[in-house]
């Protein structure tokens, strides 16, 4: 069973910043896409971001483009969303997502078979 845990959330103001981490015990990450997703209360997971496993093919949700930015670092085996501008519909649990892969990415949660348990961002003033 990969185990993967999710830090950085918190609670920040409309125009803020905030980075998630996303950190892999009991495996490496080396082999795997990881993808983020966020669930809003009353609306189902939606993906946001997907990198893949050698970190060259990135995804990201429309909505995000241009204010998230998705990264690895294998080495010490995390991956990183950082979230700019930060709007009110970005509140949300974020989760990150794992699929061994090559050469893949997808925003589609039914696609990864390991999750971690969440980080709650909430944007707000």
């Known amino acids: 069973q990969l185990h993967l845990v999710e830090s950085g959330g918190g609670f920040v103001q409309p125009g803020g910043s905030l980075r998630l981490s996303c950190a892999a015990s009991?495996?490496?990450?080396?082999?795997?896409?990881i993808g983020w997703f966020r669930q809003a209360p009353g609306k189902e997971r939606e993906g946001v971001s997907c990198i893949s496993r050698n970190g060259i093919i990135l995804k990201y949700a429309e909505s995000v483009k241009g204010r998230f930015t998705i990264s690895r670092d294998n080495a010490k085996n995390t991956v990183y969303l950082e979230m700019s501008s930060l709007k009110p519909e970005d509140t949300g649990v974020y989760y990150c997502?794992?699929?061994?892969?090559?050469?893949?990415?997808?925003?589609?949660?039914?696609?990864?078979?390991?999750w971690g348990q969440g980080t709650q961002v909430t944007v707000s003033s």
């Open positions: 009991g495996f490496t990450l080396d082999y795997y896409a």
């Open positions: 997502a794992a699929r061994r892969a090559l050469g893949w990415t997808s925003l589609t949660p039914a696609d990864f078979n390991s």
